[in-house]
């Protein structure tokens, strides 16, 4: 029987081309996190179950999780997001010294229909503040979002950062008369609004509320852009998670973050979250989803038994921002360039092989990244070979050369050939400035 | 509920300091790849069983693999290893020239009993060259995992790399009248030999062959340790794996790779090997098992159809190597010292942190790491972090420093401290020789 030759529908097979695209990306959030003082850490692909019933929402887990029960009887599920095995990992951390700035890149799962920017194995970035509870942590964790962006050389006013509270959406819905259970269906169908349309969504939040007076109020304040709204300012005034955002908004602009705007529409699907939410989108409206979301989750180291911990932290799609980053054409020519060989090792016929071997090792050991040729084919296809490969110069091994004992050393930019005592080939391909694809 | 605070047995969980370990030797390898022009790629977690139940082995598919039906009744399990998405991957590549140079660093799954240097969920380190039938490219992918040793600071000695072929050996055994169906029953007598008592495995030999005397002649065989065993030279004399052997030798010698010896009792446990096998193992007896392991497969890409494609390459337990470095102290005492801040921003208190954070923005943006104060603790509790996090400034924002517009800048290593313009904050830091952690 034949097998397949192509991947599960959704999974992540990366070619070497585009892992390069996937490592340029990854280089520069990293650069950016690490600008901050933040720490890499990893947690298990595979969990239990129970990890996710308690707090991701019940439609991640019943509908969209990969589900298995494992050898031991186990139900466990491959993740499909990072912030619960994180909880678990400083709920248990034998001593973190707060407050703890953490990063990851997991590989993610979700059992959905694969489409443009979503696929069912994703890489995802998580970026998290723990154990500090005030609007400066908040602030932290977006600063890098944008600096993440930057990096990227996202153009100012391509994207932006739109963010929100749930404990100002909560304190709002309290006063307009939506409290209790009715003010959990009431977050939502805001998460909704924006897969809407007006008169389909008013029709939603009525049927949910049981009440078009509070749907009304509802849209009303899921309708609020800015914190000096009048209406918002009225109906807000004095609540705490209303003295947050005016701090963080204060904070923001001596920080410089100009992307950044308040938009109560902005809640965030995902249970935990208690405090601001943000959410980064495309302006453009090349990119419909949201390239990143997060928010503060202050209650979910707890259910871990042990001392509570507050954490607000995101998570960012690595294919979202990577289509992002293709509509605005910011993905460089050659991402893989500074990977490349410095040197192709030609070999004329086997009678060479052992010579060359000798010099391309040495190569090799002086820090030069050295491709030799192993295949045995003729001089003028290595030397397209070696054209391919991106080399700078190519080094023949032929019978002259290795009688003599001195290797014919091509500089591939110049087209110039010397011929150099086979002991001095590393120093002479390093005199020459910019021999080396990388600034090891 | 409280949930638990542990992840799922055998699981990879690693918090900064460990993954900190893990990322100084991933880097290392990726340097000695690169020495050689390999490039990465990355293939599915989740694979269709079939893909290993063809070519894998039965114990990996039927006792060992996390296997389970996904939401649209497709049996998937887990990645085991990574050769055969490679396999596909190359069957089903659109354009590749020949020969590929690929490395892969997935995270793999085995229901086994965690151990020492075991886990159900582990990092390896996969490399392979495609399209190469020859022996040059044997040679290579063990010239590589010499240079990855070589990186990682391995003491000549410390470790060997053994070598054989699946070829040799089963023309060996056709000699000694072991054909057939018998061969490869002998195949995997041999490799459990290191595994048992000799009493043991004499009697386990005889019983699969149903013969004392080919028993010992397989046990002969078994024991060479040479290519130039007498008995061997007799035995194998003529044969193209034998061929094949002394070619191997005679350019592991020119490379100059001494940690490289033959022996016939490697044939590694994977079906679909067909001819150099090779093992990395500590000399010192302090890890039992091999690190690495890996061979010649040239039939698995054809399986796809199209095409068939020689295939050589090898696995690196991420985890056995580094048990191997910790047996001879080659981890270094700070792995993660180079992505620590360069400097830490004191707040005195809120009413400085919108300076505060406009001075560490624009540090930032001069290419400086970052930490800076966000829980308002006492300026000594301050200082105390900075010393942890291992910033070698700290630039401190107090109301005399606000009022002024001037930093106190504090040089960790002297101790002295310096009024400096805010603007030029980041000039007199990066004026000092060592300021950045790294080599940005």
Chains 1, 2 share one sequence.
Not at 259 to 264: G, V
Request: glycine share 12%.
């Amino acid at each position: 029987m034949e097998l397949s030759t192509k991947p599960l529908t959704g999974m992540r097979q990366l070619y070497p081309d585009e892992m390069a695209v996937e490592a340029y990306i990854v280089g520069r959030i990293r650069d950016a996190a690490l600008a901050y003082g933040f720490e890499e850490y990893d947690g298990p692909t595979i969990e239990p179950v129970e990890l996710f019933l308690a707090k991701s929402g019940e439609e991640l887990v019943s509908e969209q999780s990969y589900l298995f029960e494992d050898r031991g009887g186990r139900r466990v599920v491959l993740r499909p997001e990072m912030t619960p095995s994180l909880a678990r990992m400083l709920a248990s951390a034998p001593e973190v010294s707060s407050p703890v700035r953490w990063m990851s890149f997991p590989v993610c799962f979700r059992y959905e229909r694969p489409q443009r920017g979503r696929a069912r194995e994703f890489r995802q970035f998580n970026l998290d503040v723990l154990g500090s509870a005030g609007v400066m942590g908040d602030l932290e964790v977006m600063l890098v979002l944008d600096r993440i962006m930057k990096n990227l050389g996202a153009p100012d006013g391509a994207y932006q950062i739109g963010y929100s509270s749930r404990e100002l959406a909560t304190g709002v819905l309290e006063r307009i008369g939506i409290a209790g259970q009715d003010g959990q269906k009431a977050l939502g169908a805001i998460d909704r609004i924006g897969k809407m349309q007006p008169d389909e969504w008013t029709a939603y939040a009525e049927a949910v509320l049981g009440d078009p007076g509070r749907a009304v109020l509802l849209g009303r304040f899921a309708s609020v852009r800015s914190l000096d709204d009048p209406w918002m300012r009225e109906t807000a005034s004095g609540l705490p998670g209303f003295d947050s955002m005016l701090e963080l908004r204060r904070l923001l602009e001596a920080a410089g973050l100009r992307a950044a705007s308040f938009d109560a529409s902005i809640v965030r699907g995902l249970d935990y979250y208690t405090g601001t939410v943000f959410e980064l989108s495309d302006t453009g409206g090349g990119n419909r989803r949201a390239i990143c979301g997060g928010g503060r989750y202050d209650n979910l180291v707890g259910l871990f038994g042990g001392r509570p911990m507050a954490g607000v932290g995101f998570g960012l799609g690595i294919l979202t921002l990577r289509l992002f980053l293709e509509t605005y054409g910011l993905i460089p020519a050659d991402p893989g360039a500074a990977s490349r060989p410095d040197v192709f090792v030609a070999v004329y016929s086997s009678a060479e092989a052992a010579t060359a071997l000798s010099w391309a090792e040495s190569l090799r050991s002086s820090g030069l990244r050295v491709m030799m040729e192993i295949e045995g084919r003729s001089l003028s296809r290595q030397f397209r070979a070696a054209g391919r490969c991106g080399a700078r110069f190519v080094v023949v091994a032929g019978p002259d050369e290795v009688a003599s004992n001195t290797a014919s050393v091509k500089n591939m930019e110049t087209g110039e050939t010397t011929r150099v005592q086979a002991a001095s080939v590393a120093e002479h391909i390093l005199s020459v400035p910019g021999s080396r694809q990388d600034s090891r």
